[in-house]
């Protein structure tokens, strides 16, 4: 069925896929933790290593280490796979983004993505949104009620990104007329002005807003805000088991970083003398940076503004906006 | 294609499976205790949690899930008609123009009998 030749690239290409974002995630802890230190004029992880640079050893060895507690009331299978869903879903939803421009190494042409189709957006997207069950299996299995408010915040707020998002995507796909994120990315080849972020700034305002919701992040972290429901629906998990519901959020984050900077910001061309490579890295960074950014500077917002913002005002813009791009292309 | 991605789906799955659990086995590493209070409930210090995690949920959560399910499908609707926009037309774009019609005026029925409302 499968040729061993193809088998093999897709074993490596999973493996450095899967081993770098995990490390980047946990990278991104440090980095987040500095960031919003300086934004509060603090030094933040000093101490170990470096510039606090160790920091992020440590916190490892401590997470790997920790004891593995099941509180007395939860359901133990689901309690205990919930965590597995978020950061598994997070990750499998990587097989279809391409990440840099196709490079030859030794011969042979490479493309830096696991798995190219054609409903790559479909695809990420689907995917993405069955890590929802994670938040919620995680919250009704614990048996607490603080746990149990985390789940159905959690649920109703996906949710509604859902519809954001997968109506905000539209205008872009019908401008371009693929769902392949390959063919998204040769669609904006000619520089700066070609990013499909000038011909859709709304979408493009709209799919960024989503992306915050679904990462859980700052100002949309109703979720797990700590002064209202402790933590959420990871409020009884500990240890590993917490620690890979962060890689999920962490790897979720970069795989929406990706996303905007393919669909809105001209992907991985080249830019000027730039190589489109070091592009991508750039635009990535950048949006790390900004959910960082947005985290530090902006309060967080109460679950039913939150409603009110996405089915009330996001949603209808986001239908406006495709009726508009419709009327424009014909 | 879709093999592929099959394939590549399954790989990434099952590695992003063996994570956790060469995590979880870490665990073993760390000493272990155990004491009275370990497995209580969480509840921010109280030795004896108030209330149980039986209680109601207000009916607005499941009433925006249901809404998600019908919204969503539409938007699922929508896909096919968005990749093949030019080759539909303006045939192909009024008669989205009157589902998209429908989908607003079911919008404004939730929005009139309150459903998105939470206060």
């Known amino acids: 069925m499968f040729d061993t030749a193809v088998i093999i690239e897709t074993v490596v290409k999973a493996v450095i896929v899967v081993a770098v974002i995990a490390a980047l995630a946990g990278f991104a802890t440090f980095i987040e933790r500095k960031v919003l230190a300086f934004m509060q004029r603090r030094l933040g992880p000093m101490h170990v290593g470096p510039y ?32 597995v869903i978020a950061a598994t879903t997070a990750f499998v939803a990587m097989a279809a983004v391409p990440y840099f421009p196709e490079f030859t190494l030794f011969g042979y042409t490479i493309h830096p993505i696991i798995s190219d189709i054609n409903v790559a957006l479909l695809y990420v997207m689907g995917v993405a949104s069955v890590g929802i069950y994670g938040p919620l299996l995680a919250g009704m299995s614990s048996a607490n009620k603080w746990s149990l408010l985390g789940a159905a915040r959690a649920v109703v707020q996906m949710l509604s990104f ?13 401008m371009i007329g693929s769902l392949s994120l390959i063919d998204i990315n040769d669609a904006q080849t000619g520089g700066i002005g070609d990013w499909l972020i000038w011909k859709q700034p709304l979408a493009f305002v709209l799919f960024a807003i989503a992306g915050f919701m679904e990462t859980n992040r700052a100002p949309f972290d109703t979720v797990e805000f700590e002064a209202e429901i402790v933590a959420g629906y990871a409020t009884e998990y500990s240890g590993m088991r917490w620690g890979l519901f962060f890689i999920g959020e962490y790897a979720n984050m970069i795989t929406i970083s990706v996303l905007v900077s393919i ?23 950048f949006w ?20 009110w913002v996405c089915w009330k005002v996001l949603m209808p813009l986001s239908v406006v906006n495709i009726v508009i791009t419709g009327f424009a292309l014909l | ?25 870490s665990a073993r590493l760390g000493p272990r205790s155990e004491t009275k209070n370990k497995h209580m409930l969480y509840e ?8 149980t995690s039986e209680g109601r949920m ?3 959560f499941y009433l925006i899930a249901i809404l998600f399910v019908l919204f969503d499908v539409e938007i699922i609707f929508m896909f096919p008609w968005a990749l093949n926009l030019r080759e539909l037309g303006f045939l ?28």
């Open chain 2, 1 to 25: 294609m879709s093999e592929n991605l099959f394939l590549a789906s399954c790989i990434v799955a099952f590695l992003t499976l063996f994570l956790p659990l060469l995590f979880l086995a």
């Open chain 2, 58 to 60: 207000s009916a607005k």
């Open chain 1, 52 to 83: 606090g640079l160790l920091q992020l050893a440590a916190d490892g060895i401590k997470l790997f280490t920790k004891e593995d507690i099941i509180p007395q009331n939860a359901i133990k299978p689901i309690f205990m796979i919930a965590p």
């Open chain 1, 263 to 285: 669909i809105f910001m001209g992907g991985y061309n080249a830019f000027w003398f730039i190589p489109g490579g070091l592009m991508m890295l750039l635009k990535v960074s």
């Open chain 2, 92 to 119: 192909g774009l009024f008669e989205m123009l009157t589902f998209i019609l429908l989908l607003a005026a079911g919008l404004w029925y939730v929005y009139r009998i309150k459903a998105l409302s939470w206060q």
């Open chain 1, 288 to 307: 790390i940076f900004l959910f960082l950014w947005v985290r530090a500077a902006w309060p967080h917002v109460r679950p039913d503004q939150l409603m």
């Open chain 2, 44 to 51: 921010s210090g109280i030795s004896s949690p108030i209330g």
């Open chain 1, 162 to 174: 859902e519809v954001v998002s997968g109506l905000s995507v539209l205008a872009p796909i019908m």
